[in-house]
């Protein structure tokens, strides 16, 4: 077994369970490598000897089994920018508060590697969204795609921008909003759930179209077949706004036309048994907590 470890906030309460990774990791015999700063900074309180290291570009390839996201739903968001499309399989250990796609709690860390070799999982393959415009965007020249949404919104002002929306190159409508958010079924319980958008199970093949604070009242959320080609034109009172590709982001003039469609390469994700969507959904956004049930 090949296992890549990743962790994106460096905190001392983290080491402890780094420790009890690496050590069950050790008892099965695993060729483990880790990324770069994270092990400098675990030397720097701990003696761990020598391990492989890895950067956003380098020492990592489809020979892993596992990569091991230390944080919270961020460092997965994160982690999908070192594993691209490898295919090597992404589960989370969550550090951080909510942590909807970081489902393992860090107190059962060992039960990442030991349900692992049990066979307890399945493989989740998560689409993703891609963007491309007819003006050079510097930011998202290497990395233009995203694992929860892509979103354009206001900069600069407290005005509102127009977001002018084409499906398969025929017009939808011109949203009057703060912006507008295309989710993929992961990100559905990101941003778009705070907007107002629907949970959609992750394997569905759809993405959901969600208005940032729309001053239309007839302006809802709208689910739509993943292979849609969708097509923005933002205008405003500002000369640009700005377009985030989940926590990566950047500023486009105002009139650049956007293309987002699904990206051509999926990421995998482990779901354990133990802790499924469905199981998620009830514990981490209390669904079902009501006293008759």
């Given at each position: 077994?090949?296992?890549?470890?990743?962790?994106?906030?460096?905190?001392?309460?983290?080491?402890?369970?780094?420790?009890?990774?690496?050590?069950?990791l050790h008892q099965a015999n695993a060729e483990i490598a880790i990324e770069k700063e994270l092990y400098a900074f675990f030397c720097a309180y701990?003696?761990?000897?020598?391990?492989?290291?890895?950067?956003?570009?380098?020492?990592?390839?489809?020979?892993?089994?596992?990569?091991?996201?230390?944080?919270?739903?961020?460092?997965?968001?994160?982690?999908?920018?070192?594993?691209?499309?490898?295919?090597?399989?992404?589960?989370?250990?969550?550090?951080?508060?909510?942590?909807?796609?970081?489902?393992?709690?860090?107190?059962?860390?060992?039960?990442?590697?030991?349900?692992?070799?049990?066979?307890?999982?399945?493989?989740?393959?998560?689409?993703?969204?891609?963007?491309?415009?007819?003006?050079?965007?510097?930011?998202?020249?290497?990395?233009?795609?995203?694992?929860?949404?892509?979103?354009?919104?206001?900069?600069?002002?407290?005005?509102?921008?127009?977001?002018?929306?084409?499906?398969?190159?025929?017009?939808?409508?011109?949203?009057?909003?703060?912006?507008?958010?295309?989710?993929?079924?992961?990100?559905?319980?990101?941003?778009?759930?705070?907007?107002?958008?629907?949970?959609?199970?992750?394997?569905?093949?759809?993405?959901?179209?969600?208005?940032?604070?729309?001053?239309?009242?007839?302006?809802?959320?709208?689910?739509?077949?993943?292979?849609?080609?969708?097509?923005?034109?933002?205008?405003?009172?500002?000369?640009?706004?700005?377009?985030?590709?989940?926590?990566?982001?950047?500023?486009?003039?105002?009139?650049?036309?956007?293309?987002?469609?699904?990206?051509?390469?999926?990421?995998?994700?482990?779901?354990?048994?133990?802790?499924?969507?469905?199981?998620?959904?009830?514990?981490?956004?209390?669904?079902?907590?009501?006293k008759r049930n």
């Amino acid at each position: 077994m090949k296992v890549a470890i990743y962790g994106q906030t460096y905190q001392d309460d983290i080491l402890e369970y780094l420790t009890e990774l690496l050590d069950e990791l050790h008892q099965a015999n695993a060729e483990i490598a880790i990324e770069k700063e994270l092990y400098a900074f675990f030397c720097a309180y701990r003696d761990v000897g020598d391990y492989q290291t890895f950067t956003e570009t380098k020492g990592l390839d489809d020979t892993f089994n596992m990569f091991v996201s230390f944080g919270g739903d961020g460092t997965i968001l994160r982690a999908t920018t070192y594993v691209r499309d490898t295919g090597i399989p992404i589960i989370g250990v969550n550090t951080g508060r909510l942590g909807f796609l970081s489902t393992f709690k860090k107190e059962d860390v060992r039960k990442v590697v030991q349900e692992f070799i049990k066979g307890d999982y399945t493989i989740v393959e998560r689409s993703l969204v891609a963007v491309s415009s007819d003006s050079n965007i510097p930011e998202f020249s290497t990395m233009n795609f995203a694992l929860n949404e892509v979103t354009v919104s206001r900069k600069d002002t407290t005005s509102m921008i127009t977001v002018e929306t084409f499906l398969n190159d025929e017009y939808l409508t011109s949203y009057w909003a703060d912006g507008l958010i295309i989710a993929t079924p992961t990100g559905s319980t990101g941003y778009s759930l705070s907007c107002g958008g629907p949970v959609i199970e992750p394997t569905a093949k759809s993405l959901v179209l969600t208005p940032i604070a729309p001053h239309n009242l007839n302006a809802r959320p709208l689910v739509i077949s993943d292979d849609t080609v969708i097509r923005l034109k933002v205008s405003g009172r500002e000369e640009h706004h700005l377009v985030s590709l989940d926590s990566r982001i950047a500023s486009v003039a105002n009139g650049k036309e956007l293309e987002i469609k699904k990206a051509t390469f999926t990421v995998k994700m482990i779901e354990y048994t133990s802790e499924s969507f469905l199981k998620t959904l009830r514990n981490k956004l209390l669904w079902g907590e009501d006293k008759r049930n």
